[in-house]
């Protein structure tokens, strides 16, 4: 809205935090925002997503799906067969 009604930009959080390590055929991240944030990443091809969040909750969508992962609740997204 701020983008239609003052001027079209792009708008990135400066508050972000990642951390990565890969393991041989695996890797863990652990990422950190300041503020809410929408990720739409589309379809995940070739590797499944694990996530937990430690604070907040992730809302995630998948087709009709949808699921509320607070932090007491993980969640596993799985690659596109």
């Given amino acids: ?9 792009q ?5 972000a935090q990642m951390h990565y390590i890969p393991l041989g055929g695996i890797s863990m991240s652990r990422l950190r925002y300041g503020a809410c944030v929408e990720i739409t ?3 995940l ?3 499944f997503l694990i ?4 604070a907040g909750c992730a809302g995630i969508e ?3 799906q949808y699921l509320d992962s607070p ?3 993980a969640s596993i997204l799985n690659p596109k067969p």
């Fill in 62 to 64: 998948s087709g009709d």
């Fill in 45 to 47: 091809d070739s590797f």
């Fill in 71 to 73: 932090p007491n609740l």
């Fill in 41 to 43: 990443p589309g379809e």
């Fill in 1 to 9: 809205m701020v983008g239609r009604v003052i001027q079209p930009h």
């Fill in 11 to 15: 708008l990135t959080i400066v508050d």
């Fill in 51 to 54: 996530q937990m969040p430690l």
